[in-house]
């Protein structure tokens, strides 16, 4: 095989675990993981059954790939606004609860995936489960890291109540007025700094 036939192929392969990939987020945040079979996958993706478990050896492994790359996102787009305010906590604070709020009041939003995930798979040794503790850990770590910044006399505790307060707006969106997320996201968290201090 030419080094060129054998780029090609690797470019499709990867073609196929992105497409594949892709379908599967799509169906797993729209219906939920356990309601969107493997067979539903490939058929929407126009693969093989054996490609998909050629790139994810089981269901499971799909499953926390679709984490994994909602991870990527999430903390992609935090870690852009920290890079802007790295030297003023508060502001950081207050961009992320901004572009939280706008994430929240989307439309077509149903949650974060990892919650609804987690909430699917009682089981804590499910890969999935892994992942989502996983991510709900960092976001407290890096809550901690702000509050540390802001000075407060116990910034391990403002930074559990800055996490309950975000995972609250996740799985209330469904009950939220338009435009309301931002304003109760600030609001509350200004209120517990000012408790904290």
């Not at 499910?126 to 996983?134: D, L, S, W």
């Not at 910034?155 to 975000?166: K, M, S, V, Y």
């Not at 996740?170 to 304003?183: K, R």
Request: glycine share 8%; hydrophobic share 45%.
């Amino acid at each position: 095989m030419t080094k060129s036939a054998a780029k090609a192929n690797d470019h499709d392969t990867v073609d196929v675990r992105d497409r594949i990939l892709e379908t599967a987020s799509t169906l797993f945040y729209e219906r939920g993981v356990r309601a969107v079979g493997v067979d539903l996958v490939v058929a929407e993706a126009g693969v093989a059954k054996t490609s998909l478990y050629r790139h994810f050896g089981t269901k499971d492994d799909l499953i926390a790939a679709f984490l994994a790359r909602e991870d990527e996102d999430f903390w992609g787009t935090w870690d852009g606004v920290a890079e802007k305010h790295k030297d003023d906590a508060q502001a950081e604070l207050d961009a992320h609860l901004e572009w939280i709020g706008e994430r929240v009041g989307r439309p077509n939003y149903r949650g974060c995936p990892q919650i609804n995930v987690a909430a699917e798979f009682p089981e804590a040794d499910h890969p999935a489960r892994k992942v989502a503790a996983a991510h709900k850990r960092e976001m407290r770590r890096r809550l901690k890291g702000i509050a540390d910044r802001l000075s407060v006399r116990r910034p391990d505790e403002l930074a559990g109540q800055l996490a309950l307060l975000i995972n609250g707006a996740f799985v209330s969106s469904q009950v939220l007025e338009a435009g309301e997320a931002i304003p109760l996201l600030r609001q509350t968290a200004h209120a517990l700094i000012a408790a904290g201090r």
